[in-house]
């Protein structure tokens, strides 16, 4: 009987230890930017156009990195992997065509999403479930 009374009392204190030591966490994550670490970003060409460059930049700013692959990418229905850089979550995306033409995506979430299928339409992110399932 006495261990039956301690028990409800010690486990509202542990998760009233648990909440406030996860609190200031969230808090803090919430006020700043999601952060990435290196990650790879599929790329998907459904144009009809070969893509000669992918470059990725904070949200907002122009301080574009190339990510680089082995050869341009064809148009059609290629993919490539490429590595991008640790940063924060939400990037801007630039892609250059072999024709000259720079298409730019603003404020894609690479850590909600996985790729970017470019399409003659313009271009959308993709989550990994949907590569499975038919894009």
Do not use: W
């Not at 470059?55 to 991008?84: H, K, N, R, W």
């Amino acid at each position: 009987m006495p261990v039956r009374r301690l028990v409800l009392p010690v486990m509202l204190m542990a998760a009233g230890f648990c909440a406030a030591g996860a609190a200031p966490g969230a808090h803090a994550a919430d006020a700043g930017a999601k952060q990435t670490s290196a990650r790879h970003f599929r790329l998907v060409n459904a144009t009809f156009d070969s893509v000669t460059a992918f470059a990725v930049a904070p949200a907002g700013s122009d301080a574009y990195v190339e990510a680089p692959f082995a050869s341009p990418l064809q148009g059609g229905l290629s993919s490539a992997t490429v590595s991008v850089p640790a940063g924060e979550c939400v990037r801007d995306v630039r892609v250059t065509f072999l024709n000259g033409r720079v298409e730019s995506y603003p404020g894609l979430d690479i850590c909600r999403h996985s790729g970017l299928r470019l399409t003659s339409g313009g271009g959308r992110p993709f989550r990994p479930e949907r590569l499975v399932a038919g894009d």
